[in-house]
């Protein structure tokens, strides 16, 4: 500290004092204006990062560099200061990309793995820090290296920084500065690993994500070092090395959040390719016996609940063959809903009961996530009284839950209670601001506004707010993208996407599939195609991680692609892009019907035919598979058998014009 060394320096060249105890006093002096300090920068940080996590970025960025005036050491403000700085930068430098960064794009399009030497580049911090053009956060962080050498989470920091802005020999010359200071940091190893499996390096991923694990050593066995090498390794076709995996080393893990995380993994491992429904079942027991109340665990459990119903829709006797009837997709999902719900609402209940009785457990996780999950169920019925209820009730619970209040205002949105929704939006930012609640606030300003006419200003200042939060919140750049369109800035447009797709977000089949749209409305049917395929290869690698939300959008990225073959007379191609869905994702009822076309229009007719039947088997709504096996029926002659599909289609879907249409041709 200046005043520390100022009066060093006195000490040093005084030649006044003559006693012992004037030099003691002195240093009690030091002492205590150093404890002074320390307490003054504590204050100071919390304050700067408070200021953060409300939306103040420029008063936070000046209260750490008052801090760092203080003490130009303080590694903590470095890095806080530099990250928030990088925030700022990642959406305004995109702005002047023409598209996706070269650099990236040209390791991507590379054929063949690398280990981890033959990716290896040296290039100095201090020749980073000047590249142009220059940046504020560059010099953040090269600043907080230079006063912090040692700290390795500024090095890792500015490594991510790197990469997010797609500079792939920056990012991996600083993670191996970083390496440097630690050989098997777990975070380095694990961001590092994250930049090479991205640019299809998976042996070199897989080297680094294992090289703290196999040390042993306390504190270097991580939730995400684990699930990211298990991911892989699944994605790899190695099931068994990865279900082995999680088991040796989640009993390694010391947080109790993160060992969850493990027991998530592996009880999706079993239950998606193992199809063992009660291990993961007891997984997920296991993860509640470790963290007990861990909100995720137990809407995981519920959900799995549900998913139980559906494995056992097909009924088979003793002898292997199938007994009875296949009872309909809605009664399947209702007595899926009603199986989630009941698992949801006894947990709810108890932690109603608990709370009154104020015996809510230390190591229960605090977030309304059971509530939220239940609510979900409750919209989509139609019941928004009881969703409101519920919510509330959890709000009495999870007061600084911002995403509740997010919640209530969908519900109030749903209801038509615009001026509601805007007063519960502005509740849950004034809490904690959250990508998903800034989306959900400006799509109310478009589809919405007060007056007649959108102010697009205000809602491209919401999603850039909601970029600087989450740069990986994939709905952002999809919602952010379209908007654009509708106004007619195509570029804008284009680079919103390819900012999505650039920042590996975590949805990554709605931001390809958003981007091969546009491609596809401009004309350009080999770009979408090769942005389809490309956003498919990501999907399958991510597969292991996707929730079912995700894995519906993955399953519409499959279906586009093959429709857009077969659309352009590759029948061939497109069955296979829809068997290999199929395969990924199961029965799902576009992709077989998009397969039996592709047979259709191959000329097997068999084949078509079984096809068709499975998909009205998985959803007897879906008119458009009725209508076109009556149409393939009707074109070879079995009328009878074509007017009965028609018939059937109707039926279940009274109000598809189209199946009414084709039907009129016999009447």
Not at 313 to 339: C, L
């Amino acid at each position: 500290m200046e005043d520390e060394d100022g009066s060093r320096n006195k000490m040093k060249g005084s030649t006044t004092i003559s006693t012992s105890e004037k030099p003691l006093a002195g240093k009690n002096n030091n002492r205590n204006g150093k404890v002074g300090n320390k307490h003054k920068i504590r204050t100071m940080f919390r304050q700067a990062k408070d200021m953060e996590r409300s939306g103040q970025w420029h008063q936070a960025c000046t209260h750490l560099e008052a801090i760092l005036d203080i003490d130009q050491h303080d590694s903590y403000s470095h890095l806080a200061l530099a990250r928030l700085r990088s925030r700022r930068e990642r959406t305004t430098s995109r702005e002047k990309r023409p598209s996706i960064d070269n650099e990236k794009e040209s390791v991507m399009k590379k054929t063949g793995d690398s280990v981890l030497e033959e990716t290896r580049v040296t290039i100095t911090p201090l020749a980073i820090a000047q590249a142009t053009p220059f940046s504020k956060a560059r010099q953040a962080f090269y600043n907080g290296i230079d006063k912090c050498p040692k700290s390795i989470h500024i090095w890792q920091a500015w490594a991510l920084h790197e990469e997010s802005l797609g500079n792939v020999s920056f990012a991996r010359s600083l993670f191996q500065w970083a390496l440097e200071i630690d050989n098997t940091n777990p975070y380095v190893c694990h961001g590092y690993g994250l930049l090479e499996h991205q640019c299809g390096n998976f042996d070199a991923a897989i080297e680094l994500w294992q090289r703290p694990l196999k040390s042993r050593q306390k504190g270097k066995t991580t939730a995400a070092l684990v699930c990211s090498l298990g991911k892989l390794m699944v994605a790899k076709g190695h099931l068994q090395e990865a279900r082995d995996l999680y088991v040796e080393t989640v009993l390694r893990i010391d947080s109790q959040r993160e060992a969850t995380e493990v027991y998530l993994a592996a009880a999706w491992l079993e239950e998606k390719h193992f199809k063992k429904f009660g291990r993961a079942e007891e997984l997920l027991n296991l993860a509640l016996r470790v963290s007990p109340g861990n909100s995720r665990a137990m809407v995981a459990l519920a959900k799995l609940a549900g998913r139980k119903v559906d494995s056992q829709r097909i009924v088979i006797d003793k002898n292997g063959s199938k007994r009875g009837k296949n009872p309909s997709k809605r009664d399947v999902e209702r007595r899926r809903n009603d199986a989630v719900k009941k698992q949801l609402q006894e947990a709810c209940m108890d932690l109603v009961k608990s709370k009154k009785q104020e015996q809510i457990g230390k190591s229960d996780v605090k977030d309304g996530r059971l509530f939220n999950a239940w609510q979900k169920l409750e919209v989509k019925n139609k019941n928004f009284k009881a969703a409101k209820s519920i919510l509330k009730e959890g709000m009495e619970i999870f007061p600084n839950d911002h995403s509740l209040r997010q919640a209530a205002g969908k519900v109030e949105e749903l209801v038509g209670n615009y001026t509601g929704a805007r007063d519960w939006y502005s509740a849950s930012l004034l809490i904690m601001p959250s990508a998903p609640t800034l989306v959900a606030y400006s799509m109310l300003e478009i589809s919405h506004p007060i007056g007649n006419e959108v102010n697009y200003t205000r809602a491209s200042r919401l999603f850039d707010e909601a970029l600087l939060i989450d740069p990986r919140h994939g709905p952002v750049y999809n919602a952010y993208g379209n908007m654009q369109l509708k106004m007619g800035n195509i570029k804008k447009a284009r680079q919103v996407y390819q900012n999505g797709v650039f920042a590996n977000c975590r949805d990554v089949a709605s931001v390809y599939h958003g981007l091969a749209m546009l491609e596809l409305s401009l004309g350009n049917v080999e770009t979408a195609r090769l942005v389809l395929m490309e956003g498919l290869k990501e999907v399958r690698i991510n597969d292991s991680g996707m929730d079912s939300n995700r894995r519906n959008r993955a399953i519409f990225l499959a279906q586009s692609l093959g429709m857009l073959e077969l659309n352009c007379n590759r029948a061939a191609e497109a069955k296979t892009i829809f068997e290999k869905g199929i395969e990924q994702h199961g029965n799902s009822t576009q992709l077989l019907l998009g397969a039996a076309l592709s047979e259709v229009k191959l000329g097997n007719e068999e084949s078509a035919r079984s096809l068709f039947e499975r998909a009205i088997n998985v959803d007897r709504k879906h008119a458009q598979a009725w209508q076109s096996w009556g149409v393939m029926e009707m074109r070879a002659g079995n009328y009878k058998v074509a007017k009965t599909l028609f018939e059937c289609g109707i039926k279940n879907d009274p109000l598809h014009g189209a199946l009414w249409q084709a039907y009129g041709t016999f009447c």
